[in-house]
């Protein structure tokens, strides 16, 4: 019997879920640029592209947990724009 919910996934096709604060750890094991967990949640929170709504996201006490098999695209298809001001957007 697996210890954790995600142990043994890749055999039986299950999620493999994971929390934000496990997300950076796995983005720079997949060879992508790493990300806070704080920024993770403002994502989650901000980006209309996120893959998985916060409200729809699976929920284990206080944490949020979410498919990496999902989440994985999203960061490998997702364009950066470091030091770009989002307060000072115009409206059009």
């Known amino acids: 019997m697996p ?16 929390s934000f604060a496990d997300i ?11 990300v806070s967990a704080q920024r993770c949640r403002q994502l989650a929170e901000e980006d209309p592209n996120w893959p ?7 929920k284990v006490g206080r944490m949020r947990l979410f498919d990496w098999r999902v989440l994985e695209p999203y960061f490998r ?6 030091g770009q001001r989002t307060d000072l957007r115009r409206l059009e």
């Open 24 to 34: 950076p750890a796995r983005l720079e094991r997949a060879g992508l640029k790493r």
């Open 77 to 82: 298809e997702r364009k950066t724009r470091q």
């Open 52 to 58: 998985v709504p916060l409200d729809t996201a699976m």
């Open 3 to 18: 210890d954790s919910p995600t142990e043994g996934a890749e055999e039986t096709g299950g999620p493999e879920l994971i």
